[in-house]
């Protein structure tokens, strides 16, 4: 039943897509099902984990895990915009459950869960080479190759975190035929991670081939035949890589040589997006230091940033989102929305798993998939992604040591509690991707209202309901919206313009020309001009 329900739950997240016709990024849009999916699909594992009285175990991992629940909460409860924080603390404390859930199967279900979680990143893989061949085009605008994810950094990035899994598939004992479906899926996913270009995936992926060359010189001449079917999952991935090169893609890069320059500049920081982030980083740091104990709040790093970015932060563009909704670093911004304690207790938690005791080759799989994970999330959102989470929260859950033989139900309701906690966070999940769906479609101000009231965080749909009613001459209107982004990102440009052309002499009256026409069906990108 867990084997089933963990890839049911991580094909359902890949494929879970709504339509992305908005005026903010279109590929910021296409987590909100993925995240509604991840909710509710942590929600059923605490319902199959409850049923039969796991167990939550008492010990300094599970520990850790509440205390970094409870902070969760509080700086939900203690963040600017509550309505942005509970999205973002929704979506972590799902991850935290469905790692508990993992964690607290039985010996038996453990190997049948992480060989079963295979398939589903051969899927992802497969659309991702489809994609860059020109057989479908499943992603946003601009953000090709990434498959069924919609996003090729997101794709890249899960396909590295799911390659220690891949390969301890491809090296356990077990059915011939198994092993020769994890060695195709390891091809496969070198071949996507190439086309990707994903420069914290690439980069995560030599760090992995690096650790995997110093285990092996380490065990000397020893020759098992795990050892050997490693090798040859290795071989595989490689030999993906290199057809990704010769592969006749469709793709459209600026550069003569894309994969050459990707490899060259790998850790140059003045490469591609390399200064921006390290811009961005510097600003992190500084809201990190600036709210040390409980953070901006989860969520509210996006809204909060234009208060501590400098005049010449390139990181800051232009339009309704003018900085991206997540940080490009899942360990900066993590200190920075939930407090440095909250980031002690998360390294921690990677530290203590590290050193858990368990088999050798489950011990290996875990401690990859922490390095593959530690070096990506230091460089890219990758926790904050529904997909990338599921994975490494049910990898790491289940490659942990299996729990001791102990009576179960004294702690039972500690699942039943996740169930109806999970349950009633997704309300406010599905209203997001309702409000998406009418602001997709919408035909005026009204409509826009609707959506707004649907999600009331998203600043951007805010300033496009306030700009609708604007060309309405309704500021009276206007000025809710306006209200509203002032509360949770008081430094948006955006707004200081829209409030700029409604200040009337009367209330209705409408003060300059509209900033752009409403004119539906949206594009992937609707900015103000």
Known sequence: MTRAAGVAILVAIACARVDARSMT????????????????????????AWLPGLAVRRDAVSAVVVGLVALELVSTACAPDRWLALRSATVWISGLVVFLVARASGPGARDRGLFAIVLPLGLVA??????????????????????????????????VAGAPVVVYACAVEGAASRRHVALGVAALSG?????????????????????????????????????????????????????????????????????????????????????????????????????????????????????????????????LAPVNRLPNSDVLGFAAERGLVAAALLAALALLLFRERSSPTRAALRRATLLGVVVMASLDAVLQTPA??????????????????????????????????LAA??????????????????????????????????VALHLVAAESWIAESRCDRARIHLDAVAKSSPASPARAELEARCAPRHAGAWNGPVISNVVPPFGPRWELK
């Open 126 to 159: 497969a659309s991702v080479i489809l994609e860059a061949l020109g057989v479908v085009a499943l992603s946003a605008p601009g953000h090709a190759p990434g498959g069924l994810l919609g996003e090729r950094n997101v794709a890249a990035e899960l396909l």
């Open 25 to 48: 990024s279109a590929h910021a849009h296409v987590f909100l099902a993925q995240e509604l999916v991840l909710v509710l699909g942590a929600a059923a594992l605490a319902g199959l």
């Open 425 to 458: 966070a997704a309300v406010p999940a599905a209203r997001r991707v309702a409000s998406l769906e009418v602001a997709a479609h919408a035909r005026g101000a009204e409509d826009f209202d609707r959506a707004a009231r649907l999600d009331p965080g998203d």
């Open 388 to 421: 990338a989470l599921f994975l490494v929260a049910w990898v790491l859950g289940l490659s942990s040591s299996p729990p001791e033989a102990e009576p179960a139900v004294a702690r039972r309701p500690a699942f039943a509690f996740a169930l109806v906690a």
């Open 191 to 319: 071949c996507a991670v190439v086309l990707g270009r994903t420069r914290s995936a690439w980069l995560a992926g030599l760090c992995l081939v690096v650790a995997f060359a110093l285990v092996g010189l380490r065990a000397g001449g020893a020759r098992s035949a795990g050892r050997r079917r490693a090798r040859l999952a290795a071989a595989a991935i490689v030999l993906g890589a290199v057809v990704a090169l010769a592969l006749p893609t469709t793709l459209r890069w600026k550069s003569a040589r894309p994969y050459h320059d990707t490899l060259v500049h790998l850790v140059d920081p003045s490469a591609g997006s390399g200064a921006g982030r390290l811009v961005q980083y510097a600003t992190t740091l500084r809201m990190a230091a600036a709210h040390p104990v409980l953070g901006v709040g989860p969520g509210n790093w996006a809204p909060q940033y234009l208060s501590f970015a400098r005049r010449d932060d390139r990181t800051v563009h232009e339009g």
